[in-house]
């Protein structure tokens, strides 16, 4: 789990809050499938109310469960799994402020208290990773494939490019965002030292992916994989701050993040945003 997702999920022990999910309704059921591809519209979304449910409003309920809130770098991960793959799913807001995420029933989805957790018919997961990884395996001849379809030696390089990504790009990422925008959010105020000493972090890493992004497509090979995918939440959030300009600075890295941010699965995570 991110940087990001440690400070908004920790409401019971600090002054960092989530901002307050909307109250009117509990749950969105999200049908990718009913909706254009290609548009990044989630006109298609349906609401049920827990607390008021109307007779004439009828819902399909998705197998498929998402226990999160969109702003959570490691729940958007899972979301842009979902959307990629076209599947329909259920959201369901967990209440941080109230620290829901440290309480029963959720705690029984992800006994470390922590979002997003996911249900697919009997099966609980959570840790965001691994369940993009399974909708990638369990639903690969839905939507987009998210692994390279070669042999061994790709998906050997694919692991090693989800395992960076993972160990290399987020913790420094992560904790950059936090200054550069979670901070703010929470009312508190930027280090400028802790910025220049992470950013001076990110650069290596970048200078890394430039490398790279010379002689492939994307980082594990000419296809978007989750070793892509996965980036997308810190780069969201960086993209809209002065940090920005480590990308871009770099032609293949800026390329590849103009490419992978412009997805229309992700455009759909981007607008529930808003929602």
């Known amino acids: 789990m991110g940087t990001i997702q440690r400070f908004v999920a920790i409401p019971l022990q600090s002054s960092f809050l989530a901002p307050p999910i909307k109250p009117l309704h509990s749950s969105l059921h999200l049908s990718p499938s009913h909706s254009n591809s290609n548009s990044s519209s989630n006109s298609n979304l349906k609401f049920r109310s827990k607390a008021s449910p109307s007779p004439t409003v009828s819902v399909t309920m998705a197998g498929i469960k998402v226990h999160g809130v969109p702003m959570s770098t490691a729940t958007m991960r899972v979301l842009a799994a979902l959307y990629e793959k076209d599947l329909d799913f259920e959201l369901i807001p967990v209440d941080m402020r109230a620290g829901a995420h440290k309480q029963e029933p959720f705690l029984s989805l992800n006994p470390f208290g922590q979002i997003p957790a996911l249900q697919d018919g009997d099966l609980s997961l959570f840790e965001s990773r691994a369940i993009t990884e399974y909708i990638a395996e369990e639903y690969s001849e839905k939507g987009e494939k998210l692994e390279c379809p070669g042999c061994k030696k790709v998906k050997a390089t694919t692991k090693v490019w989800l395992q960076v990504e993972g160990q290399q790009f987020d913790p420094v990422a992560s904790k950059l965002a936090f200054e550069r925008v979670f901070k703010g959010m929470f009312g508190k105020t930027t280090d400028p030292a802790a910025v220049e000493e992470l950013e001076g972090k990110l650069v290596k890493v970048l200078d890394i992916y430039e490398a790279r992004l010379s002689k492939s497509e994307f980082l594990a090979?000419?296809?978007?994989?989750?070793?892509?995918?996965?980036?997308?939440?810190?780069?969201?959030?960086?993209?809209?701050?002065?940090?920005?300009?480590?990308?871009?600075?770099?032609?293949?890295?800026?390329?590849?993040?103009?490419?992978?941010?412009?997805?229309?699965?992700?455009?759909?995570?981007?607008?529930?945003?808003?929602?």
């Open 221 to 275: 090979c000419d296809c978007f994989t989750l070793a892509d995918l996965h980036h997308l939440p810190a780069l969201h959030y960086l993209m809209g701050t002065d940090s920005k300009k480590l990308f871009e600075s770099r032609s293949k890295v800026h390329e590849w993040v103009q490419k992978i941010t412009s997805r229309p699965a992700w455009t759909k995570v981007v607008a529930l945003l808003k929602q």
